[in-house]
């Protein structure tokens, strides 16, 4: 299984935007870009996820470098429910299982 | 929003004893799947289930777990002999169509804790 290198902990200031980066030097050229987080005592949440493009949704946005070998999720403006870890994973094309690594503990200050 | 949801939410149970978590995955998905997370550490992968039989298997997934579809809404997860290492959160999931980046939506989760 390919894996994903993220910072363990980072901080943020509420209504601040944050920037979680994520490496993955060992992609192959069908794996898709995840990204979950669990809110505390709480199951795993997805909040987007991409190919080559950047991406944008409601709850984020993500940038994805153009040799793939690493990426960013965006949280335009946190908020103290934007705390959770966030976790970047590689999923191959066919779908399948998930493999969590240890993620980043985002921490939101008010 | 369609969601997964897990009965109990908790369980203490005396090392030993059978446990069957259960869930219901959310409808017209495909894949299933179970995780767990002791305290304080990673989510692992457990075991995923497609077509009524097992896909793939992790190698904590052993003689000891069992996974089945009792009818065509619940999934449940069997846990022979509990030990104590078996106490975390055991986390149900599912998904709809394979391939093309599809979403896994996760549980709120079953506290499991063998004494």
């Known amino acids: 299984d390919a894996k994903t290198t993220q910072p363990n902990s980072m901080e943020s200031n509420e209504e601040e935007p944050v920037h979680l980066p994520c490496n993955h030097s060992?992609?192959?050229?069908?794996?898709?870009i995840h990204w979950y987080r669990q809110l505390p005592s709480q199951g795993p949440e997805y909040v987007i996820h991409g190919l080559t493009s950047n991406v944008n949704n409601r709850m984020a946005s993500l940038a994805i470098a153009e040799d793939r070998k690493s990426s960013t999720l965006i949280l335009h403006r946190a908020t103290l429910r934007d705390a959770a870890v966030y976790y970047c994973i590689l999923r191959p094309n066919q779908g399948g299982k998930l493999i969590f690594g240890q993620g980043t503990e985002l921490s939101v200050k008010p | 929003e369609p969601e997964v949801t897990q009965t109990p939410s908790h369980q203490v149970t005396q090392m030993g004893q059978e446990v069957i978590l259960r869930c219901v995955p959310i409808?017209?998905?495909?894949?299933f799947y179970w995780y767990r997370q002791i305290l304080g550490q990673k989510v692992e992968f457990l075991v995923s289930?497609?077509?009524?039989?097992?896909?793939?298997k992790s190698e904590i997934f052993d003689d000891q777990f069992s996974v089945e579809r009792p009818d065509g809404s619940n999934f449940t997860l069997k846990i022979r002999s509990t030990k104590l290492e078996d106490s975390a959160m055991y986390f149900c999931a599912s998904s709809g169509l394979r391939g093309k980046g599809n979403t896994i939506y996760f549980g709120e989760g079953s506290w499991l804790t063998v004494v």
């Open positions: 060992t992609i192959s050229g069908t794996d898709y």
């Open positions: 289930f497609y077509n009524n039989e097992i896909s793939e």
């Open positions: 409808s017209n998905h495909l894949y």
